[in-house]
């Protein structure tokens, strides 16, 4: 097997405190992320060969960022140099990419400044087996998602394995296209999803239920889960394995459990509940390096799924961006936490 090659916008997360003491302090906490970032960088800790691709200009705190990501055995060798701007978003400890309080400062970044026919992709996907990359990249502007799109037909071109992850950000599409204009054009080269039920019905049409919500029952969304993902793959035949996440806020705590449909067949992961965690920040991105990892290294579905799961958990007791986890201390972490 080769190299797993994400792409996608580095970011930069500032983490200014709801109550202002970062002003009195003179101290404001910074943390490297971005979804593919934090993809490559718990599959490096895990050992598979990870490599990521963005765009950033090129100056000294660009090279220490690089250097970071080259200490954490991520081969950035892909990366591109051009444009003015790293993007930056601002978010409350403890918060949630969903949560409205979030805020985006990404306009006119290198990223997203990104266009069809500047990017050689013979050399970017030499060595390369697998294709990640996420909603978020389309998200941005027309232009990128043609940019994904000319990645994506490269990546198939050379049967490399492609994953998406169709996490939404709703104050990311601003520039007159609904989610469900591009996704399903990018969609149709991937080999395995990864989102959840509702996301597909933004992002890919796929309907949920009214109610199902205020249902609130587990057997309710298993079920819907094996009907979404059976859609998705009648939809997008080139797909082989779509997985959903169920994540419900309790207070400070959390309820999760995820399922994994592949060879005709719903795989449904323990449940995990936890009164308090330390941050939300990255565990989806952890989960899609959960699958990703369990695929890469042959692992029986079953335990794909309760690896991803696990490791996802994990990640909700770091407040980084990037998961600090080891393979060998996840179990430790969240076999507590289990309820079935």
């Known amino acids: ?8 916008e580095l970011l930069l997360r500032m983490c200014p405190d709801s109550a202002g003491e970062w002003l009195a302090e003179n101290s404001l906490p910074v943390y490297v992320g971005g979804a593919e970032a934090n993809v490559a960088a718990a599959l490096a800790l895990w050992g ?24 954490l055995n991520i081969d950035t060798s892909a990366v591109q140099y051009s444009g003015e701007r790293v993007g930056l978003y601002f978010l409350d400890k403890g918060k949630d990419l969903k949560n409205s309080g979030v805020i985006y400062d990404r306009n006119y970044s290198s990223f997203s400044a990104l266009t069809v026919g500047t990017i050689d992709w013979d050399k970017v ?29 490269a990546a198939s071109a050379r049967n490399i394995t492609i994953s998406i992850d169709l996490n939404y950000r709703a104050k990311l599409w601003k520039y007159g296209k609904e989610p469900v204009e591009i996704l399903p054009a990018l969609v149709q080269y991937c080999d395995v999803v990864m989102g959840n039920i509702w996301a597909a019905e933004k992002m890919l049409g796929i309907p949920v239920p009214d109610g199902l919500v205020e249902q609130h029952e587990k057997s309710a969304y298993l079920q819907q889960s094996q009907v979404s993902s059976k859609a998705i793959m009648d939809q997008f035949p080139k797909c082989k394995s779509v997985a959903n996440t169920f994540r419900f806020d309790h207070g400070k705590g959390i309820q999760y459990y995820t399922t994994l449909y592949t060879e005709d067949q719903l795989f449904v992961s323990k449940e995990y509940v936890a009164n308090y965690i330390a941050g939300k920040v ?18 029986e579905a079953q335990d794909v799924v309760d690896f991803a799961t696990s490791a996802a958990f994990a990640k909700l007791f770091t407040e980084t961006d990037f998961n600090t986890t080891k393979l060998e201390d996840i179990k430790i972490v969240t076999e507590s936490y289990a309820t079935v």
């Not at 097997?1 to 996608?8: A, T």
């Not at 598979?48 to 690089?66: E, K």
């Not at 060595?127 to 990359?133: A, I, K, L, R, Y």
């Not at 990255?282 to 692992?299: E, H, K, V």
């Open 48 to 71: 598979v060969p990870s490599a990521y691709m963005t765009a950033i200009p090129d100056n000294f705190m660009t090279r220490q960022l690089v250097g970071y990501l080259d200490a």
């Open 125 to 153: 996907l030499e060595g390369v087996t697998w294709f990640h990359f996420s909603a978020i990249c389309p998200a941005i502007n027309q232009a990128v998602a043609d940019v994904c799109e000319e990645a994506l037909k």
């Open 282 to 299: 990255g565990s989806g991105d952890c989960y899609m390096a959960g699958l990703i990892y369990g695929f890469y290294s042959g692992l």
């Open 1 to 8: 097997m080769g190299k797993v090659l994400s792409f996608g």
